[in-house]
């Protein structure tokens, strides 16, 4: 009981500490011009550590991996927003995403145990020739969330937050991207609510630019998290034209079948946009899986 009470004051707390953030995003939040598709890839890769029953080490994975986004990133404008990724494997998929030429890929986000490299990063990747990063920001789920903290004995969550605008087009878009707390309950709640008020703080750019939140909520949508965010924002589970979800977006290394914990919301806002394809792709390279998780790929446009 007394740890719920400490949880709830933390929480009134913190949103205190979110009060000035209106300069994380653009001081002219304007849409750009004609018509705007892209896509959003999301996966969590799996830490390279405390491994998994049939876990394969990073090195074995990684190939794997980077094909998957390359194969999904060619045809659309794509962003990349990733889980549980350490730096060495964030440095690995840039290199590999950039290995033939063509591409300048790159990231916003860091550590979350230091803020620099340390720790599990939620990254959001883009490609620089294709887009620009307008604004970025990281937030930490603590009494003190401008600098890595933590709550408690919980491990350091965080989320990022990225807008970015289509070069060619001119058209913005807002990408929060997070991994929720895998073990308190109450603060997969709170988060949830925070990112919700966080985004609707910002008035303008909630009403004027698309707002996309990925990530794992590590629940379903009969919990808590989902019910909170569907308020706010469409499942594009639900709402895309078409719809391929032959798997759960969870699968583990050993290929059961598990729920599905990553989701793609969107906000459609004043610029009208549309999820026009959802799906859910296998993580299965061969005879082993690249993640315990499978990407959720979705195609949005205006």
């Known amino acids: 009981m007394y740890r719920n009470i400490y949880l709830t004051l933390y929480f009134i707390s913190w949103l205190f500490n979110l009060s000035n ?5 653009p001081q002219k939040s304007k849409r750009g011009e004609g018509s705007f598709k892209f ?3 999301d996966l969590n890769i799996k830490a390279d550590k405390n491994y998994d029953y049939g876990q394969r080490v990073w090195s074995e994975r990684k190939n794997a991996t980077i094909e998957a986004i390359l194969a999904s990133s060619s045809e659309y404008a794509t962003i990349i927003t990733l889980q549980e990724a350490l730096v060495t494997q964030v440095k690995d998929i840039e290199d590999g995403l950039n290995k033939n030429g063509g591409s300048s890929w790159t990231y916003f986000g860091a550590g979350a145990d230091d803020g620099v490299e340390a720790g599990q990063f939620n990254p959001i990747f883009y490609d620089e020739k294709r887009w620009k990063l307008d604004r970025g920001i990281q937030k930490w789920m603590s009494f003190t969330p401008d600098v890595p903290s933590v709550y408690g004995g919980t491990e350091k969550r ?3 937050v990225a807008t970015l605008v289509h070069k060619e087009s001119g058209h913005a878009v807002n990408v929060v991207n997070t991994q929720l707390d895998d073990k308190e309950v109450i603060l997969r709640n709170f988060w949830c609510i925070d990112i919700v008020d966080y985004i609707r703080e910002q008035d303008e750019i909630h009403r004027i630019l698309p707002v996309i939140v990925s990530g794992d909520l590590n629940s379903g949508e009969e919990n808590i998290p989902y019910r909170i965010l569907s308020r706010y924002f469409f499942d ?9 979800i032959p798997f759960s ?3 583990g290394f050993s290929g059961y079948e598990g729920k599905t914990s990553d989701f793609v919301f969107m ?3 004043a610029s009208k946009l549309s999820t026009t394809r959802y799906e859910v792709m296998d993580n299965k390279d061969g005879k082993y899986r690249f993640s315990s998780h499978r990407p959720v790929v979705v195609d949005f446009s205006t």
């Open 21 to 25: 953030a209106a300069y994380l995003y």
């Open 39 to 41: 896509r959003i890839f």
């Open 158 to 160: 965080i989320f990022v």
């Open 236 to 244: 594009s589970s639900k709402v895309a034209k078409e719809q391929i």
């Open 249 to 251: 977006t969870v699968s």
């Open 267 to 269: 906000n459609p806002s």
